[in-house]
């Protein structure tokens, strides 16, 4: 799904015989071998950023650009292997709830310092994407994009429901209108309501703790672990009534749930935003069953507005300095100054200059899900994020997968999260 290069800086001669400074580049989103230059054609996420990086590579005088994919699941093992190992990318991309673990080791640099050089305007960022790469007072990489999850919607199978008002869809606001409509949906067109990946990638997590949030509860704190409690009970009984009465297949991974929704298996699909771009390409096909696409802010099923959100963002080695460290630079600048062609995913643009353009407004369904940056959220900033992460997939999955009794799977991520706070 999503794949990175891990490599050393090397020098690379060019045809003039000139020394030409190659930036290695570390990356996940996918293999496309085919991307080309073109950053208004490409199309998903794996080709667009790839002819972003393609384009810097044929663009950026006395630079290369080199990348190499590898699986995404892997990804922050190998690139702290990387690390440990004394051979980081010179550019590579992360998450902002990674920032306090690498900018806390020491790992990434601050380039607050290096950002004007570079031709690279911080006053043109948001205030939220600032905040994204900022620790401890100092800017530690390049915001790319706002990333979040929403509500793929297919709106046929929505309209045979009696689901449609206005051409939009009726989304519930309540766990019992949940429950309402997927059975609605069902007994309409035979199909499952709902579809997502509850049986590989953390999708599930990310959808429990936007219902967490829905409640103003989180998962920790401080350093208190707060999991074993109603909110959090409320937000699991909410997906797993939907199992129950068979409305809903929880043993879908990522790659199947995908295809269930294209092949209009299910109504609405949880995934996020960076897939806009390439379900609307493929509802176009007359091979695919998706035909009428909707894309929708997620709904609000208790109190309070929420959505699982994050931020990409590139950073480079605290070690990396000298002409190397100004390529790499460039490198990033390169990307930022392409933030329009990078929202063409379906991503939110992280330039303010971008988000007034009349080019992003017009980009397709961006219109349907403006009020997701509204209730955007994420957990509180901590350096144990993607172990806390693994242990709240591993015992959800046990709820709906095996049967695991939901206070005792709560109670268990309960205590290994106090486990892994209080390290």
Same mark, same amino acid.
């Given at each position: 799904?999503?794949?990175?290069?891990? %490599?050393?800086?090397?020098?690379?001669?060019?045809?003039?015989?000139?020394?030409?400074?190659?930036?290695?580049?570390?990356?996940?989103? %996918?293999a496309c071998e085919d991307a080309?230059?073109?950053?208004?054609?490409? #199309?998903?996420?794996?080709?667009?950023?790839?002819?972003?990086?393609?384009?810097?590579?044929?663009?950026? &005088?006395?630079?290369?650009?080199?990348?190499?994919?590898?699986?995404?699941? /892997? +990804?922050y093992d190998q690139i702290k292997a990387a690390y440990a190992g004394g051979t980081p990318p010179d550019v590579h991309v992360m998450h902002r709830h990674r920032v306090p673990e690498f900018a806390g080791l020491g790992a990434i640099a601050d380039i607050s310092g290096d950002l004007e050089a570079a031709g690279i305007?911080?006053?043109?960022?948001?205030?939220? =994407? !600032?905040?994204?790469?900022? +620790?401890?007072? %100092?800017?530690? %990489?390049?915001?790319?994009?706002?990333?979040?999850?929403?509500?793929?919607?297919?709106? &046929?199978?929505? =309209?045979?429901a009696g689901l449609v008002e206005d051409g939009k869809p009726v989304l519930p606001t309540s766990p019992e209108e949940l429950l309402q409509h997927a059975q609605m949906v069902k007994d309409a067109t035979g199909q499952? *309501? !709902?579809?997502?990946?509850f049986a590989q990638f953390p999708i599930g997590v990310r959808l429990v703790l936007a219902l967490m949030w829905q409640q103003n509860a989180n998962i920790f704190d401080g350093d208190t672990a707060t999991i074993n409690n &109603?909110?959090?009970?409320?937000?699991v009984t909410a997906m797993t009534q939907l199992f129950d009465a068979g409305l809903a297949n929880p043993q879908l991974n990522y790659a199947d749930s995908q295809q269930a929704f294209l092949n209009g298996e299910a109504a609405i699909?949880? /995934?996020?935003?960076? #897939?806009? &771009?390439? *379900?609307?390409?493929?509802?176009?096909?007359?091979?695919?069953?998706?035909?009428?696409y909707y894309v929708a802010d997620f709904p609000t099923l208790f109190d309070t507005g929420a959505t699982w959100a994050d931020s990409h963002m590139w950073a480079i080695p605290a070690s990396l300095d000298g002409d190397q460290r100004a390529a790499a630079m460039k490198v990033l600048a390169f990307i930022n100054d392409h933030n329009i062609d990078w929202a063409r995913t379906g991503h939110m643009a992280v330039r303010?200059? #971008?988000?007034?353009s009349a080019e992003y407004a017009g980009l397709p369904h961006r219109d349907e899900y403006t009020g997701?940056?509204?209730?955007?959220?994420?957990?509180?900033?901590?350096?144990? +994020?993607?172990?806390?992460?693994?242990?709240? /997939?591993?015992?959800?999955?046990?709820?709906? !997968?095996?049967?695991?009794?939901?206070t005792a799977a709560l109670a268990d991520a309960e205590a290994e999260v106090q486990d892994l706070l209080d390290r």
């Open positions: 799904m999503k794949h990175l290069i891990i %490599g050393a800086a090397v020098a690379a001669t060019v045809a003039t015989g000139a020394t030409a400074q190659e930036v290695t580049l570390g990356r996940f989103f %996918g080309g230059t073109d950053t208004k054609a490409s #199309v998903g996420e794996a080709c667009i950023i790839q002819s972003i990086i393609n384009a810097a590579d044929a663009e950026l &005088d006395g630079i290369t650009v080199t990348t190499l994919p590898t699986d995404w699941g /892997n +990804y305007d911080p006053s043109d960022w948001s205030e939220n =994407a !600032l905040a994204a790469v900022s +620790y401890e007072g %100092g800017i530690y %990489g390049v915001p790319m994009d706002f990333h979040a999850n929403l509500w793929h919607v297919n709106m &046929d199978l929505m =309209a045979a499952d *309501y !709902l579809a997502a990946d &109603d909110a959090a009970a409320n937000a699909l949880v /995934n996020g935003t960076w #897939v806009v &771009d390439f *379900y609307t390409a493929e509802a176009a096909k007359e091979e695919v069953a998706l035909d009428n303010t200059s #971008v988000l007034e997701t940056a509204a209730i955007a959220r994420d957990t509180p900033p901590s350096e144990r +994020y993607g172990a806390i992460q693994d242990v709240l /997939n591993r015992e959800l999955q046990a709820i709906w !997968l095996t049967g695991k009794d939901v």
